[in-house]
């Protein structure tokens, strides 16, 4: 046996002294109270000291041993003790009025004296082992108050920080569409100054002069328009403005704009293109498609043709824009998408926020970019989820 468990306290109840003379010789072992009579019993387990297990006859005079019992599950101070009946009754019926009672074990007289020990043995592992359970739970129950009070405490510390972030970036907003605003005024009377001095000037020299401003002029106007839209898509998080786009037919008009402006520097092939609807922001899609021609015809090598291709599956819609390039690797493929990623790498210094643009424009729809160089290409992919 456990010795541990030999500094259990147990209550013999019995009326009968030679029971009570042999349960206490073979108990010998343990810490022992006696009690001769059902009374007499419950002024013990009441007590401030009670038993951590009884041995309870169940015919005694005045009250019962089942009488006992349902006293003590009715206390909530020994509801948990483990009793185990003595009794000479051996019917089904007394067996099981025994458990109904609350008794936890039902030995017969007259009893194996080894039988009995291993019940009760088994009796006060059993009681041990729900008292660690029970401390187990106080423990883990602390825990987790002290750890739901850090979490409360962190919760209330992030909604802070959340609110001064909401405020910083309703800040950032304004002041972009501020700037935005104050630049736009000086940048139209700039534009305007160097349209009208290209008309009145006739020196070549001063013609490319003003030629410059104005294209640097109109640069600065296009980067601030971009810069504030990518902020407005991020603050929002979500589309404002629903459209049934034909992309094909966008697709044309943008080329088109693109030509009659004398930005298009190479060739652009549609005939891999296929009609295709979607449902979002045309303004900003129309954009992005803008960006994305320029972007590759400013990466195209050789005068090679610009190829724009699309299609669809079961999850998405795609279009696929392809130029001839000189190598890039993966970490100049990442920056791409970030602004001013590749500032180095531009010989004017013009790197713009065109990709960073079109990821904001795809995140925006719910979609995906993707840069990619494969066999002297570049390939930038949009995926648009089916809706």
Same mark, same amino acid.
Do not use: H
């Given at each position: 046996m456990n010795k541990e468990l030999l500094n259990n306290t147990i209550l013999i109840v019995d009326d009968t002294p030679e029971n009570l003379d042999v349960l206490n010789g073979l108990l010998s072992d343990f810490k022992r109270k006696i009690a001769i009579n059902g009374e007499k019993a419950l002024k &013990?387990?009441? %007590? /401030?000291?009670?038993?951590?297990?009884? =041995? =309870?006859?169940?015919?005694?005079?005045?009250?019962?041993? $089942? @009488?006992?019992?349902?006293?003590?599950?009715?206390?909530?101070?020994?509801?948990?003790i483990p009793v185990i009946f !003595?009794?000479?009754?051996?019917?089904?019926? /007394?067996?099981?009025?025994? $458990?109904?009672? #609350? #008794?936890?074990?039902?030995v017969i007289k007259p009893f194996d004296h080894l039988e009995l020990m291993k019940r009760v043995e088994t009796q006060l592992e059993l009681k041990n082992q729900r008292e660690k359970l029970r401390e187990m739970n106080e423990i883990l129950d602390q825990k987790v108050k002290e750890r739901t009070q850090e979490l409360e405490k962190a919760n209330s510390k992030l909604e802070e920080a959340l609110i001064k972030l909401r405020g910083l970036d309703n800040a950032k907003t304004n002041f972009l569409r501020l700037v935005s605003h104050e630049l736009r005024t000086p940048l139209n009377g700039i +534009?305007?100054?160097?349209? $009208? !001095?290209? @008309? *009145?000037? @006739?020196?070549?020299? +001063?013609? @490319?002069f003003i030629d410059m401003l104005k294209i640097s002029a109109e640069r600065l106007d296009h980067l601030s328009n971009m810069a504030l839209e990518i902020t407005d898509m991020q603050a929002s998080g979500k589309i404002s403005n629903y459209d049934i786009i034909e992309l094909d037919e966008l697709l044309k008009e943008i080329i088109s704009q693109l030509k009659r402006s004398k930005v298009l520097t190479h060739h652009v092939d549609i005939s891999q293109f296929t009609a295709l609807e979607l449902v979002g922001d045309q303004d900003r899609i129309s954009k992005a498609l803008k960006?994305? *021609? &320029?972007?590759?015809?400013?990466?195209? &090598?050789?005068? %090679?043709?610009? *190829?724009?291709?699309? #299609? +669809? /599956?079961e999850q998405s819609k795609w279009i696929c824009v392809e130029n001839e390039s000189e190598f890039i690797n993966d970490d100049r493929l990442h920056e791409m998408r970030t602004p001013f990623g590749l500032a180095k790498s531009h010989s004017d210094g013009n790197t713009g926020l065109g990709l960073a643009f079109v990821n904001t424009v795809m995140a925006y729809h719910g979609g995906s970019l993707n840069i990619s160089y494969e066999d002297g290409k570049m390939i930038v992919c949009l995926k648009f989820k089916n809706v």
């Open positions: &013990i387990a009441f %007590s /401030d000291n009670p038993p951590d297990l009884i =041995l =309870l006859d169940v015919m005694m005079p005045g009250i019962d041993g $089942f @009488e006992v019992c349902r006293k003590l599950r009715e206390n909530n101070s020994t509801k948990d !003595l009794t000479a009754k051996s019917s089904k019926e /007394d067996t099981v009025k025994g $458990f109904e009672a #609350g #008794g936890q074990d039902y +534009m305007g100054s160097a349209y $009208f !001095l290209k @008309e *009145i000037v @006739e020196d070549a020299k +001063m013609i @490319e960006e994305l *021609i &320029i972007n590759a015809c400013k990466f195209a &090598i050789n005068n %090679s043709d610009v *190829i724009i291709r699309s #299609g +669809m /599956d």
